[in-house]
């Protein structure tokens, strides 16, 4: 799992204080994740999980059932997707506290999370105590984007012409980093929950869209900028 157990943990982070407990919904299909960030909550005395998924279709029926103050949600799940799940709760609140968390540490996945209404992007490698304190922000109806992140975002909102891979849809980008990760359209159908029809009627789109012909020059392209990083 990715958050390491807080050792010395102690106080308010930022010595922000809250009135009352921040209740947290967390989705991610990996049960040792769950458990091992429940337990490192558990070690705080503001905040507590109230609710749990292993799947986008599961969370987003729950999280419509509200009682929480601040969504965790994994970025990558079978099924539909953290991003999916992100757009489809902004529908009905754009004022939803969300965090996004990811394994993948490229500004990519930020960026179209952040775009979509995300409060907060963070890897899941990422220290306990900026966890913990990005939750707080965020009940505290504020959010939370590191400086570097920030100034991509800033540049990206520039007249200059969009990258082949930005107008991918979030699915067909996920299906463009396996396919150059590897992974054959069966691999990728069971990863993400799909048929392989499906996932290959993905690859036919975004080859279409990148103006590519095969995953050659998907690999070559992804190597290039640096995507995989």
């Known amino acids: 799992m990715g958050f390491e157990l807080p050792r010395l943990f102690s106080g308010y982070i930022g010595k922000m204080a809250y009135d009352q407990t921040i209740r947290v919904f967390l989705a991610d299909d990996h049960r040792l994740f769950r458990d091992g960030l429940k337990r490192i909550l558990g070690e705080t005395t503001d905040i507590v999980v109230v609710g749990e998924a292993s799947d986008g279709f599961d969370a987003l029926e729950k999280i419509h059932l509200g009682g929480w103050d601040v969504a965790l949600l994994d970025v990558s799940m079978p099924g539909m997707s953290g991003l999916e799940v992100l757009k489809r709760i902004m529908i009905d609140d754009k004022k939803h506290q969300v965090l996004m968390l990811s394994t993948y540490h490229e500004d990519e996945y930020a960026i179209r999370a952040i775009r979509a209404g995300a409060s907060a992007y963070l890897t899941k490698n990422s220290p306990t105590d900026l966890l913990i304190s990005v939750i707080r922000r965020l009940a505290n109806g504020k959010k939370y984007i590191d ?61 279409e869209k990148m103006k590519m012909q095969n995953n050659a020059q998907l690999i070559r392209y992804v190597t290039e900028h640096k995507l995989l990083e």
């Open 147 to 207: 400086a570097a992140l920030a100034e991509k975002l800033l540049f990206d909102l520039g007249p200059t012409s969009k990258m082949p891979h930005s107008i991918l849809s979030d699915r067909e980008f996920t299906v463009l980093k396996l396919i150059t990760a590897g992974l054959s359209l069966t691999q990728i159908a069971q990863k993400l929950a799909l048929s392989a029809k499906t996932v290959s009627t993905y690859r036919a789109r975004l080859l």
